[in-house]
T-cell receptor
């Protein structure tokens, strides 16, 4: 039982490049989330998916897109990376009954 | 949307002393309040949570209190140990916003030996 698995763990991009962050959970959770973490700003929600087939914007969605591929997988895409997107990205999942999140191990992204 | 404020941003305590972190929230509909601990370079991990029908919850050396009227909740760590050094985040959510968690900015706790 791996929980929430994120790939890659580290990535360096040049400004303007694109990439997709992958996230998969094996806990049969309905809801999945993408957060970014920046120093002194806590965790800010980028996008979330309350259930398979639905996605919604969070607090800071600009510059990102998401895909809920199936119940297990929720990917985050940066179409044209910018230095302001340098951050640590966390995927998480939950069920309403449980309420609390289970986080992935994070992706440290640097855009130069 | 929900706004969660967390204080202090940094906290240094002597080993064995208590640590208290306080959070306030803005949305009176919020009814779920978890606390996460994040060690350096690691993922946030849930350490305790409380729901709005409960005023206090305790788990060994950690406890959380909730005052719904004042819209604030607090984390209490007693008999602090070096392994308690980490960043702690409070959060809030409610059913009508799909239980999305809004996080505080975090408190860096350092336990001095």
């Amino acid at each position: 039982n791996a929980g929430v698995t994120q790939t890659p763990k580290f990535q360096v991009l040049k400004t303007g490049q694109s990439m997709t962050l992958q996230c998969a959970q094996d806990m049969n959770h309905n809801s999945m989330y993408w957060y970014r973490q920046d120093p002194g700003m806590g965790l800010r929600l980028i996008y979330y998916s309350a259930s398979e087939g639905t996605t919604d914007k969070g607090e800071v969605p600009n510059g990102y897109n998401v895909s809920r591929l199936n119940k297990r997988e929720f990917s985050l895409r940066l179409e044209s990376a910018a230095p302001s997107q340098t951050s640590v990205y966390f995927c998480a999942s939950s069920t309403p009954a449980r309420y609390g999140y289970t986080f992935g191990s994070g992706t440290r992204l640097t855009v130069v | 949307g929900e706004n969660v404020e967390q204080h202090p941003s940094t906290l240094s305590v002597q080993e064995g002393d208590s640590a208290v972190i306080k959070c306030t929230y803005s949305d009176s509909a919020s009814n779920y309040f978890p606390w996460y601990k994040q060690e350096l370079g690691k993922r946030p991990q849930l350490i305790i949570d409380i729901r709005s029908n409960v005023g206090e919850k305790k788990d060994q050396r950690i406890a959380v209190t909730l005052n719904k009227t004042a819209k604030h909740f607090s984390l209490h760590i007693t008999e602090t140990q070096p392994e308690d050094s980490a960043v702690y985040f409070c959060a809030a959510s409610h059913r009508s916003n799909d239980y999305k968690l809004s996080f505080g900015a975090g408190t860096t706790v350092t336990v001095r030996a």
